[in-house]
């Protein structure tokens, strides 16, 4: 019989078509069953993974306690204090650990204030060189103020700027308005206008949109003659340093490698690129210990020491001119002055600076800072606040290790009702934690419980009952009493140190040997986490491998189902041909033909 055709192979993929028999389903139920162990090593893996996460949980936990303990292990950290002032506007003071308890007296006579180097008055260059202010615009930069465009009035008449006239212009608009009452002039010496008239000048409305007047620092005084307050021109901190519209201008030597020194450090700039803002700038993040600033009110240049105390500065141009343009090298120091103080009544001292460190008197770690003069108590005293707040936390970490273990290893229950014709029926079900039954995890537990319920002192103070620290008996949590805590710290502080301190017994030492080996590399969680990693790992693989095999088989079995359609499909051609022959009325004695498709040949005798 001949091999059935591609095309028919194809068609007969479809589980039965030839046989009958539907073997797509017997194929599903055979890779079903073979797929069986694969959804337990999922739930295994799901396991493994959840309990590690856990175990994660726990060590984070952990982490948090053991930092807890390693504060409480420090004998140093409970002679932490704390200072407080009677006068907290006179001095106030900062301690460390250890610093001896006590109250002081501070007097202070005169602060200690920084030394500031006061630049010469500086002016910039006049508006106009000479009296003719024709060729001077109103939006002219040289204006220390720019003028804005509007109107203004001068003796009830309104005079309108456009901002781009000149100030020549301006003059002749008052003169006319006025009707010649009040005419204007500037005077290029002084850089002032002066407003004249034959009787008293009245400038200015509330209805002015131009600030002409105000920029020109004219105001009405009562008389016939109005100057300005001030020179007009302005300089500019903003633009190139070379243009900022000093009377001197500033130069760099023409190189752009503009230098000068201010206390032996040297500060580069370039008149043309570098504004004067910007070499301010420079100062202020140099290590020159000094702070630069402009003070526009006193049109002067100021160097401020950053230290306090009766200290010197040295300024030197380099190159260029910048210290002299600015007036800074002409100026005055007004020199700065030394803190003097007293301290317990001792003779006058003397300090650079307004916050001194007491050590010198025997009072290590005591800073005071004076504010003002007078006099104020300081007194030093042990910070039971900070070692309270410690112990706390200590006992919730401690609580929360435990209160996650403990929600990981309960049997929880639950319980439900059945209500039936004659009677009802309850049913309680118990559903157990992640890790109950981990004997390491509850391990974990009872360990921590027997080391803080530890009793290693003989006296007044001898576990953590004896600081309010308690526990219920009916579980692994303990409670605090603040009330206790602060009133046992306050009476018995270097007892409750011994208690958490003691090289050999105390809490804070055995919880942190204890925590040190569970946390380790090799202790219990670092073995737990690395264990139920490789087992996930390899539940993995097998899960994969099986997965694999399973495809293989199904691919297997689909191909040996479609060869045996095939050959029902050959052998049913060959059936029909051969009833068809033998049914037909010419049937003769002679063998039949073979059927079209058949894998036999005819033969003759």
Same mark, same amino acid.
């Given at each position: 019989?001949?091999?059935?055709?591609?095309?028919?192979?194809?068609?007969?993929?479809?589980?039965?078509?030839?046989?009958?028999?539907?073997?797509?389903?017997?194929?599903?139920?055979?890779?079903?069953?073979?797929?069986?162990?694969?959804?337990?090593?999922?739930?295994?893996?799901?396991?493994?993974?959840?309990?590690?996460?856990?175990?994660? #949980?726990?060590?984070?936990?952990?982490?948090?306690?053991?930092?807890? *303990?390693? /504060?409480?292990?420090?004998?140093?950290?409970?002679? !932490?204090?704390?200072?407080?002032?009677?006068?907290?506007?006179?001095?106030?003071?900062?301690?460390?650990?250890?610093?001896?308890?006590?109250?002081?007296?501070?007097?202070?006579?005169?602060?200690?204030?920084?030394?500031?180097?006061?630049?010469?008055? *500086?002016?910039?260059?006049?508006?106009?060189?000479?009296?003719?202010?024709?060729?001077?615009?109103?939006?002219?930069?040289?204006?220390?103020?720019?003028?804005?465009?509007?109107?203004?009035?001068?003796?009830?008449?309104?005079?309108?700027?456009?901002?781009?006239?000149?100030?020549?212009?301006?003059?002749?608009?008052?003169?006319?308005?006025?009707?010649?009452?009040?005419?204007?002039?500037?005077?290029?010496? /002084?850089?002032?206008?002066?407003?004249?008239?034959?009787?008293?000048?009245? +400038?200015?409305?509330?209805?002015?949109?131009?600030?002409?007047?105000?920029?020109?620092?004219?105001?009405?005084?009562?008389?016939?003659?109005?100057?300005?307050?001030?020179? +007009?021109?302005?300089?500019?901190?903003?633009?190139?340093?070379?243009?900022?519209? +000093?009377?001197?201008?500033?130069?760099?030597?023409? %190189?752009?490698?503009?230098?000068?020194?201010?206390?032996?450090?040297?500060?580069?700039?370039?008149?043309?690129?570098?504004?004067?803002?910007?070499?301010? !700038?420079?100062?202020?993040?140099?290590?020159?210990?000094?702070?630069?600033?402009?003070?526009?009110?006193?049109?002067?240049?100021?160097?401020?020491?950053?230290?306090?105390?009766?200290?010197?500065? /040295?300024?030197?141009?380099?190159?260029?001119?910048?210290?002299?343009?600015?007036?800074?090298? !002409?100026?005055?120091?007004?020199?700065?002055?030394?803190?003097?103080?007293?301290?317990?009544?001792?003779?006058?001292?003397? %300090?650079?600076?307004?916050?001194?460190?007491?050590?010198?008197?025997?009072?290590?770690?005591?800073?005071?800072?004076?504010?003002?003069?007078?006099?104020?108590?300081? /007194?030093?005293?042990?910070?039971?606040? #900070?070692?309270?707040?410690?112990?706390?936390?200590?006992?919730?970490?401690?609580?929360?290790?435990?209160?996650?273990?403990?929600?990981?290893?309960?049997?929880?229950?639950?319980?439900?009702?059945?209500?039936?014709?004659?009677?009802?029926?309850?049913?309680?079900?118990?559903?157990?934690?992640?890790?109950?039954?981990?004997?390491?995890?509850?391990?974990?537990?009872?360990?921590?419980?027997?080391?803080?319920?530890?009793?290693?002192?003989?006296?007044?103070?001898?576990?953590?009952?004896?600081?309010?620290?308690?526990?219920?008996?009916?579980?692994?949590?303990?409670?605090?009493?603040?009330?206790?805590?602060?009133?046992?710290? !306050?009476?018995?502080?270097?007892?409750?140190?011994?208690?958490?301190?003691?090289?050999?017994?105390?809490?804070?030492?055995?919880?942190?040997?204890?925590?040190?080996?569970?946390?380790?590399?090799?202790?219990?969680?670092?073995?737990?986490?690395?264990? +139920?990693?490789?087992?996930?790992?390899?539940?993995?693989?097998?899960?994969?491998?099986?997965?694999?095999?399973?495809?293989?088989?199904?691919?297997?079995?689909?191909?040996?189902? *479609?060869?045996?359609?095939?050959?029902?499909?050959?052998?049913?051609?060959?059936?029909?041909?051969?009833?068809?022959?033998?049914?037909?009325?010419?049937?003769?004695?002679?063998?039949?033909?073979?059927?079209?498709?058949?894998?036999?040949?005819?033969?003759?005798?």
């Amino acid at each position: 019989m001949a091999a059935a055709t591609s095309s028919t192979s194809s068609s007969l993929a479809l589980a039965g078509l030839a046989s009958g028999i539907n073997w797509t389903s017997i194929i599903n139920d055979e890779a079903k069953a073979e797929a069986a162990p694969v959804t337990q090593m999922q739930t295994e893996q799901t396991a493994d993974n959840s309990k590690n996460t856990a175990y994660q #949980t726990i060590g984070a936990d952990l982490t948090n306690l053991q930092n807890d *303990v390693n /504060t409480l292990s420090s004998a140093s950290f409970f002679q !932490s204090t704390t200072s407080s002032s009677t006068d907290s506007s006179v001095a106030s003071a900062t301690t460390q650990s250890g610093t001896p308890l006590g109250t002081y007296s501070f007097s202070v006579s005169q602060l200690a204030t920084a030394a500031a180097q006061n630049g010469s008055k *500086v002016s910039a260059q006049s508006i106009s060189s000479t009296d003719d202010v024709s060729n001077v615009d109103l939006n002219s930069t040289a204006f220390a103020d720019p003028i804005s465009a509007g109107t203004f009035t001068v003796n009830g008449q309104t005079i309108t700027v456009s901002g781009s006239e000149s100030l020549q212009s301006v003059f002749s608009q008052i003169n006319s308005a006025t009707n010649g009452a009040v005419t204007a002039s500037y005077n290029s010496s /002084t850089d002032e206008i002066t407003l004249s008239s034959s009787s008293p000048i009245t +400038l200015g409305s509330s209805a002015d949109t131009s600030n002409f007047l105000q920029a020109t620092n004219l105001f009405s005084n009562g008389t016939g003659s109005v100057t300005s307050l001030n020179a +007009l021109a302005g300089i500019d901190i903003n633009t190139n340093a070379s243009q900022a519209n +000093l009377s001197t201008a500033i130069s760099d030597g023409g %190189s752009g490698q503009g230098a000068f020194k201010i206390n032996g450090v040297t500060i580069n700039y370039d008149a043309s690129s570098d504004s004067i803002n910007d070499i301010l !700038s420079d100062i202020n993040n140099s290590d020159a210990g000094v702070t630069a600033s402009y003070d526009g009110a006193n049109n002067r240049f100021v160097l401020t020491n950053n230290n306090t105390g009766d200290l010197g500065m /040295t300024l030197q141009d380099v190159t260029g001119n910048f210290l002299a343009a600015t007036g800074l090298s !002409s100026g005055a120091l007004q020199a700065g002055t030394n803190l003097q103080y007293s301290f317990n009544g001792s003779s006058t001292m003397t %300090s650079e600076s307004n916050t001194i460190n007491a050590s010198s008197e025997g009072l290590s770690g005591l800073s005071i800072t004076a504010q003002s003069t007078g006099l104020a108590s300081i /007194t030093v005293s042990s910070d039971t606040n #900070t070692i309270a707040s410690a112990i706390t936390s200590f006992v919730n970490d401690y609580n929360a290790v435990q209160n996650y273990i403990s929600s990981q290893t309960t049997i929880s229950s639950s319980t439900s009702s059945t209500t039936g014709a004659v009677d009802s029926t309850t049913t309680t079900t118990g559903t157990p934690g992640l890790l109950t039954g981990d004997m390491d995890a509850e391990g974990i537990a009872t360990s921590l419980r027997q080391l803080v319920d530890a009793s290693p002192l003989n006296g007044v103070i001898q576990n953590l009952n004896d600081l309010g620290i308690t526990s219920d008996g009916t579980d692994n949590f303990l409670s605090t009493s603040s009330l206790v805590l602060n009133t046992t710290l !306050s009476n018995n502080l270097s007892q409750v140190t011994q208690l958490f301190t003691d090289p050999t017994s105390g809490i804070a030492t055995t919880v942190g040997n204890y925590l040190n080996n569970t946390l380790s590399s090799n202790g219990v969680i670092g073995t737990k986490e690395q264990s +139920l990693t490789t087992e996930s790992t390899a539940l993995g693989t097998s899960i994969t491998n099986l997965q694999t095999k399973i495809t293989n088989d199904e691919s297997e079995m689909q191909n040996q189902f *479609v060869e045996m359609e095939d050959a029902i499909s050959s052998i049913n051609v060959e059936k029909e041909y051969l009833t068809a022959y033998f049914n037909s009325a010419a049937t003769t004695t002679d063998a039949p033909t073979a059927a079209a498709g058949s894998s036999s040949s005819s033969s003759s005798t």
